[in-house]
């Protein structure tokens, strides 16, 4: 049977936490080493939707990207949502794993699967780090494409029906950054390996002038979708690695951003 840490030292060789970004709050946050996990759920983040689903499917532990907690916490209260889920999860024995800006960067992590899914070559890191690995991704079209071709095989790839663009439709577009969820200060990065576009999560204003002021388009896909469907990789991956525990990325999670 697997425990919270035999699943928590496989995450760790997957992501390993080197990778993190220095703010960050990885690892195991919650719960008992231990613990048997004989059900376990991903989610993209923990919220009152995810957390109770957890709790009703007889959950040990969730493997969520977005940390919980993320910042330091004074008082373990209900006074707060943090504090209620905190508290939930703790009462239900649910334990809480976080990967987030480590899996971002991992070799298959979430920005190594966006380029492959963009069908990227000679994919590489945008920033890297000491021991050779990095921050974000970058790669190359076999054949030069028009931006909206690219924005259409994007949108295949996550399954998603619209997205947003910065940048002429009929851009011919060669070398692509990626970098997954809100990370507008890979831009530069992307610029200095003169990449054409750049597929970001999402941009703040300000970014996408910039962006189209270097001449870099953008493709936004959403935060959510950007990196939710890793969760659904990564549950296929838990799945293998502990056949004897049931695995399921959460059915209730929802992009709290709709078109209206």
């Not at 993190?20 to 004989?38: H, I, P, T």
């Not at 994919?123 to 030069?144: D, S």
């Not at 936004?220 to 049931?246: K, Q």
């Not at 059915?251 to 209206?260: H, T």
Request: net charge negative.
């Amino acid at each position: 049977m697997a425990t919270v840490q035999s699943i928590t030292e496989f995450l760790q060789r997957l992501a390993p936490v080197r990778l993190a970004a220095e703010w960050d709050n990885v690892g195991l946050l919650v719960g008992r080493r231990g613990l048997d996990v004989s059900r376990l759920m991903t989610c993209l983040t923990i919220t009152p939707a995810t957390a109770a689903e957890a709790i009703e499917e007889g959950a040990q532990l969730i493997v969520t990207h977005h940390p919980l907690p993320f910042h330091p916490v004074a008082r373990l209260t209900d006074d707060t949502t943090v504090g209620r889920l905190i508290l939930d999860l703790v009462a239900a024995g649910v334990g809480v794993y976080s990967a987030h800006t480590a899996f971002d960067s991992a070799q298959l992590g979430i920005n190594e699967r966006l380029a492959a899914g963009l069908g990227l070559r000679g994919i590489a890191p945008l920033i890297i780090h000491p021991e050779g690995e990095g921050t974000g991704r970058y790669g190359w079209l076999a054949e030069p494409q028009s931006l909206s071709s690219l924005a259409g095989r994007l949108k295949a790839f996550l399954s998603i029906e619209r997205l947003q663009i910065v940048g002429e439709p009929g851009q011919s577009v060669r070398t692509v950054a990626v970098a997954c969820g809100a990370a507008d200060e890979l831009l530069d990065a992307a610029r200095q390996t003169s990449c054409d576009a750049m597929l970001l999560g999402e941009a703040r204003f300000h970014t996408c002038l910039a962006a189209e002021s270097a001449g870099i388009s953008l493709l936004l896909p959403g935060h959510y979708a950007s990196e939710r469907f890793a969760m659904n990789c990564l549950a296929t991956v838990l799945a293998e690695e502990f056949p004897d525990t049931e695995v399921w990325a959460s059915r209730r999670e929802r992009d709290p951003l709709q078109w209206g």
